[in-house]
Every structure is written in structure tokens, then in C-alpha cells.
């Protein structure tokens, strides 16, 4: 079997950092630390594509990347290094790109129909014999035939095919797509066929060991994942399962993963440094500032509702109208109102029914709390009692059955993806360091007794599974969190300030919630310049949908939010206030920054280091987070902390921290691969010290810095430590058996501790 790895680190790839590039760094990720490297999706895009999610053919290696020969030199100069490889797999879905031509299977369906040899592998509907294909820019768009083919600017498709073109704020895709992408569109990797064909080269790779790992890609959106996880796991090889957790949900036991990606080890991690006494007062002051409601699930579930009758009409009207079928004398608009309702009502992304199987104690229990909280909703005759049944197999199978049960499921996923995470996340701003990708608002701290469960959890179910702070996918860096958690310490300090920059500002055009995030962002990402702000709040508030979208924007709103930004960031005694605020956060932001990525290079699960986020970084949603990586500045501080230089800022202790961790985790990895002991601190400030051993090596950590201040720091609070004599690997500091936490976190606010030899 392939090596756990010790620690990963994420590359995103593309045209101008490809396999070369990334083949550069092999001495730097060594030296670092890590074990494997962590590469964003490598098979042929969609060329020019900023991320590689969009795959357009299987049987190659990306063209744009450097092509399998490059790949290949890139592997053996990381090999050369002690590096291995894990790959990110998209099995969900296929690139629908312009031209059409770039994606032969796609091709092949839209010239021969569903007699293509392709047409299996995609999830479409093919009543009415043709896809309908949403992209003419107007109803009357016309476009030209050039010899066998059909064009319309940059698409090309062939002449008597099977498809149809519409208007694309009209035509409903009779395919299934990822999320709302209509140039994303489903693959269907149940089909044995699918699977084969579709994973011949990275299983190829894998089995030539030029591959050790695989990351997968939204595997919610599968049919069966876990019949997909044991296809893979034939392999024998470590894989990670990129599978939101909600709150109280674990992976499913007979998944054959290490585990996650590691979303659900961010929050916790998160909630360690938001203080719980901040909760009541940064929600008075939200309700006051925005005149919004302090309830988060009555915004998520409109915001749902909002998704189903818009974002994911096309693929709620297929669900109906399976269900149409199974109960024909039900009136549709009956149905309809029903799966909306339980779509909204869900807790998690979805159950796991496999038709023709007894659903599982977790499966029945989730629908009958949505159930429950649908039947709130829902007049006293919608035919709610004669659909839930159907939604695990419970009245039978047929294939219309079957359809309905993994349909919902495939619906329920991207309905909780787009309704929260991409809409009620931007219109419900509390505080936004909580609205985060597998995050829950609500869950405004996390107790260290939480935490400590939450970790014995991990050690003895999944050890091996990913923890992160930050991914491509992140809405903030970890440090922009960090530096807003200080916020829950000094609510009267935020508030006064907002109501300072309010005031002084332009009276704002900013719908209310989008205003306060505005603040929320400008000091979470201080310095920030007006573009990178403005890009911000641009996605920000198409994202709520509100005043605007993608789909529908109102130029004149856009307008004026971005010149109000531009009025905020170019007045200087308003920037010099903010700048000052920053600066009463900063020694605070600092400690929250160093004490998380110390528990997540140290708690059990394979630790991730998203690209660049070994040194301090205040990068916001993507494409924000994906821009370029100062790797010569990453070598050269690295150099000078292994010669013996004293960090100068942030930037450097991060990466002393991160390197130290990582590398003791290489040295050491019997340490890192068994439990978790929670140790405590003893006297008046213990409550701030957050303290656990993992084999020979045990973490110490501040938590709450604002609140240890205000209380004169440590005092005599000191930590029992038998055994000893005990070495801080990132200070070189020697303690004895009771250690003073005045002295021990004096130089840096964590530890790193380790018996001296």
C-alpha cells in the first residue's frame, strides 16, 4: 500500500506554473517538510483553464501543464527529494468547452445521439431526443453552417446533430450539471464503463508509482460513492474524499477512505480562538448595524428556496418529474412544493441509499428531521407523507424508484453547496470568519473538551485523514480568520470603530449586510488595494443575489457599491483609523495565527499546507487565493532560520513553526500516527493554554490572548509535565518538570516539546 503521508502540500496548477514549475520546488517542499505534494487536477482541460476542474479528455495528461512526459520528469525530480504525489480526480463531471470539438466524448454524443458510444457517459435526459444546450446570447441569435459543422462564435457543433440551442436565460439544460454550471456536465462514474475509461491514466500513474495518493472531487455528486471509493480502493492507495461534514456528522464507516480533505477540521480548529463571550454582543450589534435577523437558519432556509426555484430549476423539474411518474395522481405542483421543502429542510448535503439495500440508522434518522422541519412549512395538504418514503427506497424498488432515490441525493448536495454556502454565507454576515466552506454560523466557538473528543475521534477512526486551514476553495486565508476571531475578544472595540467608519464614510449605497462585510473584509485583509477589495465585494454580492447576480445585475447598484469602496479606501484619515484598529488586533491576530497552525501540523490527520500558507497571508475568496507564490522569498527566509536567524515578523515565525512541526513529523512518525492526550495546564490562566501530546512530542498553544491580557497574562500558571528535561524545538528554550507558562510562551505565544536528549 502507498505511504500515509506525513504532511501534504497543495499546488494549483496551470499554464504559467505547470509540471516544470512545480518540479522547481522540490528542494524547498523537502526541506520544509513534507512528504507528498498535493497537485490540483492534471488531465486535459479546457485550455487556458485557471484551476483544471474542467476536464475535457481523460486520455491524456494537460497539454497545458507540460503533457505526461513533463509530468513525468517533475515526478522523478520530487522522487529524487524523498517527494511522492497525490492527485486531485474530478469523476462528477466533463467540461462542456467552445469549441465544442475540444471534448471528443461530448462531441460524439451531440453528432450521433444517444446511439454515441459516449452517450452513457453523461446524465442526460433524452425524452425529446436532443440536449438543450443554454447559450445564445437572445432568443433570435442566430449563428452560420461552415461546411459539416454549425457555428456560433466560438462554438461549433455538427450540422443535423442532436442537440438544441436556446436562449441561455430560458432554456432549461435537460442534463445534469455540476452545481449550476451549464458548461460543466455530469458523468455518470456508476456505470463500470464510465469508471474504466474515465480512470485508465491516473490509475496507470498509480500503478506505476509515479502516483501515491488521490484526492476526490465532490463525490456527493456521484450515484453510489462509496461503490465508486471501493472501485479505487482496489488500488491500495490513500485517499481522501473531499466530503463536507455538517455539525455532528462523521464520514460514513463503510466509506473505503483515510477521510476528508479536512473541512471539518478547520472549524474546529477555527472555533478554538473565537471567544463564546463575544457571541451575544457581536449579535446585538449585528441586528443593530443591519437591521438583519439573528437567525441563520431562517436566512439559509429562504436562500435554498431561492436556489431550488432558480439556480437548480432544471434539475429540480427532472426530480419532479420522476416523482410525477411514481405518483401520477398527485397534482405536480403538490410534488414540487414537497421536494422544495425537503430539499430546504435538509441538515446534511445527503443520505447515502443505495437502492435495493436497508438504509442505514444515520440515513433514517436525517430524513425524518427533514421530514419534521418540512411538514413545518407545508400546507396540511401537500402530499408530504406519500414522498418520504420514497426518498431511501422504503415502498419498493423499480427502476423509476431507483431513479428517484439516487436523483434526490444528487440534488440535495449541490441544493446545501449553492443555497448556503454560496448565497445565505453572503447574506447573513455575523461574523464572517465562521462562513466557511463545511463551516456552520451558528457554531459560534468550539470548547477545548470539544476539540480534545473531536481528535480521539480522528486518532482511533481515521488517522489518516487530511486536516486544513486554508484550500482553493476557502472564502478567507487563514489569517484573515485568525485576525476576525480577535474581534469575539473586543466587541466594543469593533463596534465602536464600524460606527467611527460609518460615519465618516459617504453615506453608504450598500444593502445593509453587504456594508458590515465590507468592514468585516477591509480589516480581516489589511493592507488591501481597491481592485482586490472591489473584486471582492463584486462576488460578494452577485453571490447573495439580492440587489444583483451573475445571472441578473443591476449595473447601477455594482456601480455605486464599487465607487463607495473606492471613496472608503482613498480617504486617508479614514484608512489611517483602520490601519490603526489593525494594529490593536495585530499582537492578538498573531497569536490565533501561530497557535492554529501549530494544532493542525500537530493533532491527528495528515496535515495540508495550502501553497504559500507556510508565511502570513491575507488572501480572500478565490481567485484571490490562487494568485501567484513568492517561492524565491520562501527559500530564502527558510535559509535563514536554519542558519540560526531570529524570525522578524509573522511571516518568519510562521514558517518556523511550520517547518519544525512538519519536520519532527517526518523524523518522528510513530509519534504522529497513535492517540491524542490532552493534557492541562494548572493556575489562575489555565483556560488559555491549550495542551496535548501525541507520542513523544506535546503542543502548547495560547488561545483567547485579548482575554489573557485583560487578566495580567500568566501569573504563576504553570504546566505539570512529567519526565523532561524537556526542549521547545522552535525556541531551543530547556524546562524542567513544571514548566512556568510565562517563560515557555514568552518568546513565541506556542511550543513545541519534545524530551531533551
Not at 141 to 159: A, I, K, L, M, Q
Not at 317 to 331: F, K, M, S
Not at 536 to 551: I, N, Q
Not at 680 to 688: D, K, L, V
Request: aromatic content about 8%.
Amino acid at each position: 500500500m502507498s505511504r500515509v503521508p506525513a504532511a501534504t502540500y497543495r499546488l494549483q496548477l496551470r499554464k504559467e506554473f505547470g509540471f516544470a514549475e512545480a518540479g522547481e520546488l522540490a528542494g524547498y517542499l523537502a526541506a520544509l517538510g513534507v512528504s507528498h505534494v498535493y497537485l490540483s487536477p492534471i488531465l486535459q482541460a479546457t485550455p487556458g483553464s485557471a484551476h483544471g476542474y474542467d476536464v475535457v479528455d481523460h486520455s491524456c495528461v494537460s497539454a497545458d501543464l507540460g503533457g505526461e512526459e513533463a509530468f513525468r520528469d517533475m515526478a522523478a525530480r520530487l522522487r529524487e527529494h524523498g517527494l511522492a504525489i497525490v492527485i486531485d480526480l474530478v469523476p462528477n463531471h466533463m467540461a462542456i468547452p467552445a469549441p465544442e470539438t475540444l471534448n471528443p466524448a461530448f462531441w460524439s454524443v451531440l453528432r450521433d445521439g444517444p446511439d454515441s458510444p459516449y452517450a452513457r457517459w453523461f446524465d442526460i435526459d433524452w425524452s425529446d431526443g436532443a440536449i438543450t444546450l443554454p447559450i445564445l446570447g437572445s432568443p433570435d441569435d442566430e449563428g452560420s453552417t461552415d461546411g459539416d459543422v454549425f457555428r456560433y462564435h466560438e462554438h461549433v457543433f455538427p450540422r443535423d446533430g442532436h442537440y438544441r440551442l436556446g436562449y441561455w436565460r430560458e432554456a432549461a439544460p435537460n442534463y445534469r450539471r455540476f452545481f449550476d454550471v451549464s458548461t460543466l456536465i455530469a458523468l455518470r462514474a456508476e456505470d463500470p464503463e464510465v469508471f474504466d475509461r474515465t480512470h485508465a491514466l491516473p490509475l496507470r500513474l498509480l500503478r506505476k508509482g509515479l502516483v501515491d495518493g488521490l484526492r476526490i472531487d465532490h463525490p456527493d455528486g456521484l450515484a453510489d460513492p462509496r461503490g465508486y471509493l471501493r472501485r479505487l480502493a482496489e488500488d491500495d492507495t490513500w485517499i481522501v474524499a473531499e466530503k463536507i461534514l455538517a455539525d455532528d456528522e462523521v464520514l460514513p464507516a463503510d466509506w473505503p477512505c483515510a477521510g476528508t480533505t479536512g473541512y471539518d477540521a478547520l472549524g474546529m480548529i477555527g472555533g478554538l480562538f473565537t471567544d463564546p463571550a463575544g457571541e451575544k454582543p457581536l449579535t446585538d450589534a449585528y441586528t443593530a448595524l443591519t437591521g438583519g435577523t439573528a437567525d441563520f437558519d431562517e436566512v439559509e432556509r429562504e436562500a435554498r428556496r431561492f436556489v431550488a426555484g432558480r439556480l437548480l430549476a432544471p434539475e429540480v423539474d427532472r426530480l419532479t418529474g420522476v416523482l410525477a411518474r411514481i405518483l401520477p395522481e398527485a397534482d405536480p405542483d403538490g410534488l414540487r412544493r414537497v421536494l422544495v421543502e425537503l430539499l430546504a429542510a435538509m441538515p446534511v448535503y445527503r443520505t447515502y441509499a443505495v437502492p435495493g439495500e436497508e438504509p442505514s440508522a444515520r440515513d433514517l434518522e436525517v430524513v425524518a428531521q427533514t421530514a419534521a422541519r418540512a411538514r413545518a412549512a407545508l400546507a396540511p395538504g401537500d402530499p408530504l407523507d406519500q414522498v418520504v418514503p420514497l426518498l431511501l427506497g422504503l415502498t419498493g424498488t423499480d427502476p423509476l424508484r431507483d431513479e428517484f432515490v439516487v436523483r434526490f441525493q444528487q440534488t440535495s448536495a449541490p441544493m446545501m453547496a449553492k443555497g448556503v454556502e454560496d448565497t445565505a454565507f453572503y447574506r447573513w454576515s455575523r461574523l464572517a470568519a465562521l462562513n466557511e466552506v463545511g463551516g456552520d454560523p451558528l457554531r459560534f466557538s468550539v470548547p477545548p473538551g470539544e476539540f480534545h473528543e473531536y481528535c480521539a475521534e480522528i486518532a482511533r477512526d481515521r488517522p489518516g485523514t487530511m486536516t486544513t486551514l486554508s484550500t482553493h476553495d476557502t472564502k478567507r486565508q487563514e489569517d484573515v480568520r485568525a485576525r476576525l476571531a480577535v474581534l469575539t475578544e473586543l466587541p466594543g472595540e469593533w463596534v465602536e470603530a464600524v460606527g467611527r467608519w460609518r460615519a465618516r464614510a459617504p453615506e453608504s449605497p450598500l444593502e445593509p449586510d453587504l456594508d458590515y462585510l465590507m468592514w468585516q473584509t477591509i480589516v480581516g485583509a489589511w493592507p488591501l488595494s481597491a481592485a482586490r477589495l472591489k473584486a471582492y465585494l463584486t462576488k460578494a454580492m452577485r453571490e447573495a443575489k439580492t440587489r444583483t447576480s451573475w445571472v441578473d445585475q443591476d449595473a447601477a447598484y455594482e456601480e455605486a457599491v464599487l465607487a463607495h469602496a473606492d471613496a472608503v479606501l482613498t480617504d486617508p484619515e479614514l484608512t489611517d483609523d483602520v490601519a490603526e484598529f489593525v494594529e490593536l488586533l495585530a499582537p492578538y491576530a498573531r497569536v490565533n495565527s501561530l497557535g492554529q497552525k501549530l494544532v493542525q501540523l500537530t493533532m491527528p490527520g495528515v496535515p495540508d499546507v495550502y501553497q504559500g500558507c507556510e508565511l502570513a497571508g491575507l488572501s480572500l475568496v478565490d481567485p484571490d487565493n490562487r494568485r501567484p507564490v513568492d517561492y524565491a522569498r520562501r527559500r530564502e527566509l527558510l535559509a535563514d532560520l536554519d542558519a540560526g536567524t531570529v524570525p522578524a515578523d509573522l511571516s518568519g515565525e510562521k514558517l518556523l513553526v511550520t517547518s519544525r512541526a512538519l519536520r519532527l513529523r517526518g523524523e518522528h512518525p510513530d509519534w504522529f500516527s497513535g492517540g491524542h492526550e490532552p493534557l492541562a495546564a494548572e493556575g489562575p490562566a489555565a483556560g488559555h493554554a491549550l495542551v496535548f501530546r501525541r507520542g513523544g512530542v506535546t503542543t502548547v498553544v495560547t488561545r483567547l490572548p485579548a482575554g489573557l491580557d485583560r487578566r495580567g497574562g500568566w501569573g504563576d500558571t504553570h504546566l505539570p509535565l512529567p519526565g523532561g528535561p524537556w526542549r521547545d524545538l522552535l525556541t531551543g528554550q530547556s524546562y524542567g518538570t513544571e514548566i512556568p507558562l510565562t517563560g515557555l510562551l514568552g518568546i513565541l505565544p506556542v511550543a513545541l516539546l519534545v524530551e531533551a536528549q
